[in-house]
């Protein structure tokens, strides 16, 4: 609800860039609400349920991973609200451009691009050597080769004078970093899976005729 109000504003402030930014950060959250109740709908949580606690240290690092995430993401949108995608094709309205210019964002963003991605190869290196569960190993392998493919698409991007279906595909792999960050964390603890869930093996009942 929060969001809409936001968009609302958006748009009465003829898109003012540090609104719009904050409408893709509130944006995101929803997706990593959305992932968490996913979650929350395939495993039992409540009184009785089991919580056995993963290594402290990763679930610690998992943690510490929204930080760089979260400073990505916002330097992200810095570079959006500089860019020239403001409206600039004849008959819309061009809107107010945040003072920076396109070059030193884009290098600030990269540079935590650089950061986010280290930090997930060292973790991948860790995990990978030690006996955590496979679904946790597989996790981090995924977080690392999304942000790759991430910064691949954000480089070109950049070289190409941002094609507006490019910064589309930047704006999924945001997404499915914000899903992949969310679910490592979850999974730090396991739990039982909820009953019910499994497909019921097949009744054979013979037909009875009168
Ligand atoms: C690897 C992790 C990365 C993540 C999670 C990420 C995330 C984001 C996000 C959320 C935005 C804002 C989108 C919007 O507000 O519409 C953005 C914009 C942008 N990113 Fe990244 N980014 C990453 C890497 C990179 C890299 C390595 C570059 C290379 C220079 C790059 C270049 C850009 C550019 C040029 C924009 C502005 C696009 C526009 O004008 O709309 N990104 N990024």
């Known amino acids: 609800m929060g969001d809409a109000v936001l968009g609302a504003f958006v748009v009465y402030s003829r898109l003012n860039p540090y609104l719009v930014s904050l409408h893709m950060v509130l944006s995101l959250s929803m997706v990593v609400l959305a992932a968490t109740l996913y979650h929350h709908s395939k495993y039992l949580y409540g009184p009785g349920a089991r919580a056995d606690r993963r290594d402290p240290w990763f679930s610690l ?119 992949g960050v969310t679910q490592f964390n979850l999974r730090q603890v396991a739990r039982d899976r909820e009953p019910g869930t499994r497909r019921a093996p097949a009744v054979t009942t013979p037909l009875v005729t009168a």
């Open 61 to 179: 690092l998992a943690r510490l991973l929204w930080i760089p995430f979260v400073v990505l993401v916002v330097t992200g949108t810095a570079t959006t609200g500089s860019g020239p995608h403001a409206g600039n094709t004849s008959g819309q309205l061009v809107a107010r451009r945040l003072p920076f210019a396109l070059s030193s964002a884009a290098w600030v963003h990269s540079v935590m691009a650089v950061l986010f991605i280290g930090l997930v190869t060292g973790l991948l290196a860790a995990i990978w050597r030690s006996d955590a569960p496979t679904p946790l190993k597989l996790g981090v392998r995924r977080l690392v080769l999304i942000s790759l493919v991430q910064a691949a698409i954000g480089l070109t991007q950049y070289l190409t004078h941002l094609p507006a279906w490019l910064v589309e595909l930047h704006i999924a792999g945001a997404t499915s970093l914000a899903i």
